[in-house]
């Protein structure tokens, strides 16, 4: 049977999942271009899951799509990400209640349902949106896959331009149709808001280059190693100078989308990393760290300065120490997520409701 899991994938998705945590944490008050890119994580996410996803119904969707295949096929994402969602979402739904802040049925609907940013509200987990525009691609992915998975290469590249003119028109034009009420931006690809089209149009596209680079992948996993090794070295450095700069959004997604095939057929250093014990730890966890470290993340940080203050006199080693521990604590508390809700959630769900052993992994 095929290995569904590549480790190499899992691991890049755990550091992703870090930095998004350290972007949250620090980017207020940061000048410092890697921490402000922290961000394109969520980019890395987008063309990720549509490689992975490829990879795992690739053939569910070989030549046709059937409303059977079609509806197993969203039940399993279903499965995969409810569990840890709706806790979390219910966890942020009472600190807002305690808090006293208003927040309408309509709202909640549309969030247990992951449709919030198609066009309906805002999200009341602060990294929700993503979650409902990676949602949103998988309404079309299987007919995505039967084209693109086609014999017909041409079928492939124009799915890939297209993808890129969408993520240049979404990264360079600040029309409300794209941007809808947002006016604060990261940089280019910073747009998240449910009132316009560029979250769900980001989204999509590199939902869609990520399905493209998974056949590539398959095209071209007999390649020389030490071609491959060579080339991941250098696209790695690519991915790292953009984020390293201030607007290199575009650069930063083109060279995810050549890394991640990369990954997955390489032997190198960095596959070997991306492979560890932590990294893949990480990876397993990054689902629920993702969901829960907003607005964890500045509680536990604001504790530990009150506690640290007077014992830490330094401003930057106070700040490094605060953020060990805030980021850490979360780690944890994702872990105990991962453990006790993510898998024993969805085995009772797939057992009991559904009669089925099968657990969605990926």
Not at 175 to 192: A, T
Not at 236 to 253: E, H, K, P, W, Y
């Amino acid at each position: 049977m095929k290995k569904e899991i590549i480790d190499s994938l899992t691991g890049i998705r755990g550091i992703a999942a870090i930095y998004v945590v350290i972007y949250h944490l620090f980017h207020h008050a940061s000048d410092n271009n890697f921490i402000n890119n922290g961000y394109l994580s969520v980019d890395l996410f987008f063309i990720l899951s549509g490689f992975i996803i490829t990879h795992a119904h690739r053939n569910d969707f070989f030549d046709v799509v059937t409303k059977k295949n079609y509806i197993t096929f969203m039940l399993s994402r279903v499965m995969r990400i409810w569990p840890a969602y709706v806790f979390w979402l219910l966890f942020n739904i009472a600190i807002i209640a305690l808090k006293g802040r208003p927040i309408s049925f309509d709202q909640i609907v549309s969030n247990v349902l992951m449709i919030q940013n198609m066009g309906l509200s805002s999200s009341i987990i602060g990294t929700g949106w993503s979650l409902s525009v990676e949602f949103f691609a998988y309404f079309f992915f299987p007919f995505i896959c039967i084209f693109t998975m086609s014999k017909n290469a041409y079928k492939s590249l124009y799915i890939f331009l297209l993808s890129v003119c969408v993520i240049m028109l979404v990264a360079f034009v600040r029309h409300s149709f794209i941007v809808g009420s947002q006016i604060k931006f990261s940089g280019p690809l910073d747009v998240m808001s449910f009132d316009g089209f560029g979250a769900l149009l980001r989204g999509l596209s590199e939902f869609c280059m990520g399905v493209v680079g998974y056949k590539i992948y398959i095209y071209a996993k007999n390649t020389s190693l030490k071609y491959v090794n060579h080339l991941t070295y250098a696209i790695t450095f690519i991915l790292i100078a953009s984020l390293l700069s201030s607007g290199m959004d575009v650069l930063f997604s083109a060279s995810t989308f050549v890394l991640i095939p990369l990954l997955a057929m390489g032997n190198n250093k960095i596959v070997s990393f991306l492979s560890s014990q932590f990294s893949v730890f990480l990876g397993k966890i990054s689902f629920s760290l993702y969901l829960c470290h907003i607005p964890l993340v500045f509680y536990i940080y604001s504790r530990a300065e009150l506690l640290l203050s007077n014992i830490i006199g330094h401003e930057l080693f106070l700040l490094v120490a605060c953020g060990a521990i805030s980021i850490s604590a979360c780690i944890f508390i994702a872990w105990v997520s991962y453990e006790l809700i993510e898998k024993k959630l969805r085995i009772y769900i797939n057992i009991k409701m559904f009669n089925s052993k099968r657990i969605a992994k990926i």
